[in-house]
């Protein structure tokens, strides 16, 4: 891993919380990865993004 970057996961989940999709990726900062996990919203209805074992966000697809 290049140094400064940190590992994210971004999990495509259903209304029930169940992941139906995993997303992997480096960025350099929590706000960039929120960026992207962000994109992935045109796929999921909602998204979690999760750096180890934090959890950065809960992103939902507006209506």
């Known amino acids: 891993m290049d140094k400064g970057l940190k590992h ?3 999990f495509g989940v259903d ?6 999709a ?3 990726f480096n960025s350099l ?3 960039e990865a929120r960026r ?3 994109t992935y919203l045109a ?3 909602i998204i979690e993004l999760w750096r180890d ?5 809960r992103l939902q697809r507006a209506t």
Do not use: L, M, P, S
């Open 22 to 24: 995993t997303y992997e």
């Open 8 to 10: 994210y996961v971004a």
């Open 15 to 20: 209304a029930a919380g169940v992941a139906r």
């Open 43 to 45: 796929t999921h209805d």
């Open 29 to 31: 900062d929590d706000t």
């Open 36 to 38: 992207r996990a962000e």
């Open 53 to 57: 074992h934090r959890r950065i966000a």
